[in-house]
């Protein structure tokens, strides 16, 4: 290989390092960065134009209109007055509103309050993970921090309710429905059919006439007497189900307010938009996986994995600079002409690291879901153990591309809105049997999120039969549901959740 030969492998390798570089760094950025980023790459490189952008409308979006820079400026007839028009309403709706924004409201009413520390934590993380209606954007449940054994699920349910108590009342919900039945619990004397039709039955109000709603209670409740094999569930023996009382609860739910944060301030809120979608798809038992197409199943269910288009600008080569045809294009002034070529280039090296990243963030997605699919069909306390590394191996890239992946991507399903990162957890590290002759015969690894739902639910279980377990039976126990945990592990874990030993259990 000759002296050229070298030189010009060299300047291919050092192009090829560039694009790698550049292509990793826009695969790390979250939805905002990324559509900043877009903006700025729109305005660097004339060959790129926004096709189109559900977040942006007006003078940004004029940036399509350009045609190859010449260093004139030309416009149309009525652009300069549309884009004062934009302007204008641009510096109204910048305009300060100076009333009290609703997370102000609810921190200054903690910061009265005399509770631990971890409380206090876990409440301003709450309030701060609201939107202006005051809703969780985040699942609650990824907002606490493993590595604080105080910051348990039990400890975050406990700040949940105190921040509901606030007020106003029923915000740091999921959502209307949930909102309206916190108001109603903190109401005296609300009537109990209110509380029944609130607690996930808000479809008995439709249509909203006492007759109609008092019937579709009725059969309610006798669908679960028979399920549960007597007369009547207890929470429905002593309720009254008559025309008046679903007058009483239909009057007493319309003094509720489904928005109770709307008389507060706006603030800037940095919301927390998904990058993917999972949706459980109808007919799962009947389809494959089929990963090109975001689908994956489990063998009896499956889901749709898809990218959120609606966040992330579309773009497309200028029609200005594609039309140019090669004799044109040889007599323009080779400054110029390269100026065309390189742009064009580097426009496309863009659109295709746009590309690239959608595609990496729905494998990574799409193989997290098929091996966290327990999750996904049964929600919280189904995880698996798995790290990043897993997921490199199996797509065959480098485990830093899937950290990039992960980093600052937001996940949302059935169960709420997650970070991608809260699906990689550590396998716990368990004891081995004994008696195990064989590989097959040793325990299977779980993860921590798994074993605290487990000890969770056999302390639930034996709540009222009077019965203390100490951790070498809850040991025993877990052992028998094929989980292999020491009792000193069983001990860390239980006082993670919160729970007192079998001496100073109730």
């Known amino acids: 290989m000759g002296l050229m030969d070298l030189q010009q492998s060299h300047a291919q390798l050092q192009l090829i390092n560039s694009q790698q570089i550049q292509s990793l760094k826009v695969l790390s950025l979250g939805t905002d960065d990324l559509h900043a980023a877009i903006y700025d790459e729109v305005e660097k490189n004339p060959a790129l134009v926004i096709a189109s952008d559900p977040q942006e409308s007006g003078a940004r979006l004029k940036i399509e209109r350009r045609g190859i ?3 004139t400026r030309t416009a149309a007839a009525g ?13 109204l709706e910048a305009h300060a509103d100076e009333r009290e924004t609703l997370q102000e409201h609810l921190l200054r009413q ?5 509770i631990p520390e971890v409380q206090r934590e876990l409440c301003e993380r709450l309030i701060k993970n609201l939107d202006p209606n ?8 990824s907002l606490l921090n493993r590595s604080d054994p105080l910051q348990t699920e039990s400890a975050l349910a ?3 309710r105190l921040v509901q108590q606030l007020e106003p009342a029923g915000t740091c919900v999921s959502g ?7 108001q109603a619990r903190q109401r005296e004397h609300a009537p109990r059919l209110a509380l029944l039709i609130l607690d996930g039955h808000l479809d008995f109000l439709s249509p909203p006439q006492p007759a109609k709603i008092a019937r579709r209670v009725q059969a309610f409740v006798e669908e679960q007497s028979q399920l549960f094999g007597q007369q009547n569930p207890d929470e429905y023996r002593t309720l009254e189900l008559t ?5 009483e609860a239909l009057a007493f739910i319309r003094t509720l307010d489904p928005h109770p944060a709307r008389n507060f301030g706006a603030a800037y809120t940095h919301f927390i938009s998904p990058d993917i979608y999972v949706r459980e798809l109808p007919d799962g038992e009947d389809r494959e996986d089929d990963w090109e197409a975001g689908i994956v199943s489990d063998g009896t269910k499956a889901w749709l994995v898809s990218e959120a288009n609606d966040k992330i600008p579309q773009l497309a080569l200028n029609p200005a600079f594609l039309q140019v045809k090669e004799e044109e294009r040889r007599r323009l002034p080779a400054e110029k002409s390269k100026m065309l070529t390189t742009n064009l280039k580097n426009a496309q090296n863009f659109i295709n690291m746009l590309q690239f990243r959608n595609a990496t963030i729905v494998q990574v997605s799409c193989l997290i879901v098929k091996i966290q699919h327990e999750f996904f069909r049964k929600g919280p306390g189904h995880l698996v153990p798995l790290r990043q590394q897993d997921i490199a191996t199996v797509l065959g890239v480098h485990e830093t591309t899937v950290s990039r992946a992960a980093n600052n991507k937001y996940l949302q399903c059935a169960w709420g809105l997650y970070e991608i990162k809260h699906f990689f957890t550590g396998a716990l590290a368990s004891t081995k049997d004994s008696g195990a002759q064989n590989e097959e015969a040793a325990p299977a690894a779980v993860s921590k999120d798994t074993v605290l739902h487990e000890i969770r639910a056999i302390l639930e279980a034996h709540r009222g039969d009077g019965k203390k377990l100490s951790d070498q039976k809850l040991s025993d126990m877990l052992a028998e549901r094929g989980i292999q945990v020491a009792r000193r592990t069983v001990a860390k874990y239980r006082a993670q959740l919160n729970i007192e030993s079998s001496y100073g259990r109730d």
């Open 69 to 71: 820079p010449d260093g």
């Open 79 to 91: 652009s300069a007055g549309e884009l004062a028009s934009d302007n204008f309403q641009a510096a």
């Open 110 to 114: 903690l910061r009265s309050l005399r």
């Open 134 to 141: 005051g809703f969780h954007l985040l699942a609650p449940v």
């Open 158 to 160: 406990e700040a949940m």
């Open 176 to 182: 209307v429905q949930e909102s309206l039945l916190v």
């Open 243 to 247: 025309e008046e009382r679903a007058a």
